[in-house]
């Protein structure tokens, strides 16, 4: 069923579709903090949060399990850097140029809200990059649009199947949102430059260069696109729920979510220190002082704040990196390219390329 929020002005200047997700009735089980129990919430009550700029966690079918620090798998994440030539010959093929013509394309479709007409383009749009990025690789991959439980939006999971017959059950993610929101309503026109177009090309980016150089894992890799972040982690919850319902062995999860924004003279980048997996988060900052060129700080960016939370939840080890000041005008119009710093996604980009290196291990 699709809800048509128009006018005939709207359908003129490319109108949004609003699909049945934005029937004010629909109610969902959201949850706002760790200590507060969830609330049945319809869209009227949900997009209040939104406004607010509230965190939430759209738990609606999940059953998330009761999650201790020793019930993480960590065996799996590095104390030491071991592949420096690996990565640095990566880091010769990171493209700026190519980085800033995806975000200007990226965030040129009206929005990227997860139910919209332009949603949906966006997706496909991502898609043949995607496709685009992986011709002529020699690894053995596959590219999933996932299904998600509404209309709109689909999710995009790149996996590349590792070489080492133990390892390969072993699956190493690097993700990023590829939704926008205007707080103003879903509508509105949101670029999302910074929030996540910013994220979006790095997980572009770092898939790019492995595809180019030919770097074939022992440990399955996995680039992820989310959809539906904006609302309540829904894209990564559906996705990290089905990981776990199949019994996939997710060793690590990082994610990127608005790495864009520069501060100058604000050499640095801030690491995730709350729902997140200490060792892997720690990991992080050991490929920052080996390969990057800003130094690291720590942070609590609080309950449900992006989609590393999605897979802590179900008991996989997550981390995220994040720019240093959030972008002022995250969820408006005007998170748009001339607010991201590309010399900064570049770094962000070196980061994620040691990560994957490091994590699945060359063959």
């Known amino acids: 069923m699709h809800f048509l929020r128009a006018s005939i002005s709207l359908l003129l200047c490319g109108a949004i579709l609003s699909h049945g997700e934005e029937i004010s009735g629909e109610k969902r089980l959201i949850k706002v903090a760790e200590d507060k129990p969830a609330e049945w919430m319809d869209q009227d009550e949900i997009w209040g949060l939104i406004k ?9 079918g999940h059953n998330f399990p009761v999650v201790k620090q020793e019930d993480f798998n960590t065996a799996a994440i590095p104390t030491t850097i071991r592949f420096r030539s690996v990565v640095e010959a990566l880091f010769s093929l990171l493209d700026t140029s190519r980085m800033i013509t995806f975000v200007m394309s990226f965030s040129q479709f009206h929005t990227r809200y997860y139910t919209s007409q332009t949603g949906i383009e966006s997706q496909a749009f991502l898609r043949r990059q995607v496709d685009v990025s992986l011709f002529g690789y020699a690894g053995n991959y596959t590219v999933e649009e996932f299904e998600h439980t509404w209309v709109g939006q689909k999710s995009i999971i790149v ?97 990127y979510d608005v790495p864009g924004y520069l501060v100058p003279n604000r050499n640095e980048i801030r690491i995730v220190n709350d729902y997140v997996e200490p060792t892997l988060s720690t990991f992080l900052t050991l490929i920052v002082d080996e390969y990057l060129a800003v130094r690291w700080t720590r942070y609590s960016c609080g309950y449900g704040c992006s989609d590393h939370a999605s897979w802590f939840n179900y008991g996989f080890p997550s981390a995220r990196p994040a720019e240093a000041v959030y972008h002022p005008g995250m969820h408006t119009v005007t998170d748009v390219i001339t607010a991201v710093g590309f010399e900064q996604v570049k770094e962000f980009t070196k980061l994620a390329v040691g990560y994957v290196v490091e994590m699945s291990e060359p063959s």
């Open 52 to 60: 607010a700029e509230t965190n939430f966690v759209d738990v609606t």
């Open 159 to 255: 996996r590349i199947t590792g070489t080492d017959a133990t390892l390969r059950n072993e699956v190493v993610i690097l993700g990023a949102h590829q939704d926008s929101i205007n707080t103003g309503g879903s509508t509105l026109s949101a670029p999302g430059a910074d929030d996540n177009a910013s994220g979006s090309v790095v997980v572009l980016e770092t898939l790019r260069v492995i595809a180019e150089q030919n770097f074939i894992p022992k440990r399955t890799l996995e680039f992820h696109w989310y959809a539906a972040e904006e609302v309540g982690l829904r894209g990564s919850g559906e996705i990290a729920s089905s990981y776990k319902d199949r019994n996939i062995n997710v060793v690590s999860m990082v994610n």
